[in-house]
T-cell receptor
Framework: AQTVTQSQPEMSVQEAETVTLSCTYD???????LFWYKQPPSRQMILVIR??????QNATENRFSVNFQKAAKSFSLKISDSQLGDAAMYFC?????????????FGTGTQLKVEL | GAGVSQTPSNKVTEKGKYVELRCDPI?????LYWYRQSLGQGPEFLIY????????DSGLPNDRFFAVRPEGSVSTLKIQRTERGDSAVYLC????????????FGPGTRLTVL
């Protein structure tokens, strides 16, 4: 079974600073996607960034970027120039592309606090 | 266009009662997913529909849980004989239909079983 581990229950960052959230996963598959989702208090999961495992280049979306280390099964999220609106729960998620039924497997989340 | 909507936003029921939770996916999305998020946890997969049929129901915890999508659009998650352990946020997501498509989530229904 695939598992996703987020070892940081909480993280804090000063506004305008950079923070990195960690995620590791366990799989025997070679073809999969990895995601970071943001969940504010409104409960709605919002896609932050997506990485295809076959791509060596790390995905970036504006202030958000990932460090994808396939051999180490590591997928960290870097948030640059942190803003108050970035405060939320962040979930790392995994999706196998063959025979996996399209379901997402989530980690337990990291609560990010942004301080003035 | 409108996103995924879920009703009700909150539902409080008593142990042993029957509840229905509704999900309206993004128009045109053929794939629909249900997840359950317990307090302090990440969402856990329940069931996946492709069109009207359940393509994967491996996440349903027991036979008290059932979901339908009769016309390939709106879906209803049905829970019989609710138990206190069923208390959670139930999230619905939809995607255009391909395996590679991003899933878009609704705001969820918070179910509380007293």
């Amino acid at each position: 079974a695939q598992t996703v581990t987020q070892s940081q229950p909480e993280m804090s960052v000063q506004e305008a600073e950079t923070v990195t959230l960690s995620c590791t996963y366990d799989t025997s598959e070679s073809d999969y996607y990895l995601f970071w989702y943001k969940q504010p208090p409104s409960r709605q999961m919002i896609l932050v960034i997506r990485q295809e495992a076959y791509k060596q280049q790390n995905a970036t979306e504006n202030r958000f970027s990932v460090n994808f280390q396939k051999a180490a099964k590591s997928f960290s999220l870097k948030i640059s120039d942190s803003q108050l609106g970035d405060a939320a729960m962040y979930f790392c998620a995994y999706q196998v592309l063959t025979g996996g039924g399209n379901k997402l497997t989530f980690g337990t989340g990291t609560q990010l606090k942004v301080e003035l | 266009g409108a996103g995924v909507s879920q009703t009700p936003s909150n539902k409080v029921t008593e142990k042993g009662k029957y509840v229905e939770l509704r999900c309206d996916p993004i128009s045109g999305h053929t794939a629909l997913y249900w997840y359950r998020q317990s307090l302090g946890q990440g969402p856990e997969f329940l069931i996946y529909f492709q069109g009207t049929g359940a393509a994967d129901d491996s996440g349903l915890p027991n036979d008290r849980f059932f979901a339908v999508r009769p016309e390939g659009s709106v879906s209803t998650l049905k829970i019989q004989r609710t138990e206190r352990g069923d208390s959670a946020v139930y999230l619905c997501a939809s995607s255009p239909g391909l395996t590679t498509d991003t899933q878009y989530f609704g705001p969820g229904t918070r179910l509380t079983v007293l």
